[in-house]
């Protein structure tokens, strides 16, 4: 903890976090796990689009873009 004490202490002291990324990819990883099996992309893609009450909308259209 020594040698991280300097950027503990700055990352204590901004008020920016990960939390509302770490929350979206968990809920993604939910859905996907909710999911397995299906052979289509598309069908968990509207899983997603079905369940995506508090995920980001960009992030659901990242995913019909790549998937």
């Known amino acids: 903890l020594l ?3 300097e950027s503990i202490r700055l990352a204590l002291s901004v ?3 990960n939390g509302l990324v770490e929350g979206t990819n968990n809920k993604i ?3 996907k796990r ?3 099996g299906y052979r289509k992309h598309e069908r968990v893609y509207n899983i997603l689009c079905k369940r ?3 995920i ?3 992030i659901v259209e990242l995913y019909q873009k790549y998937y």
């Open 15 to 17: 008020p920016y976090n």
């Open 29 to 31: 990883k939910l859905l």
């Open 3 to 5: 040698k991280k004490e």
């Open 34 to 36: 909710s999911a397995f």
């Open 56 to 58: 980001n909308p960009a």
């Open 52 to 54: 995506k009450k508090g």
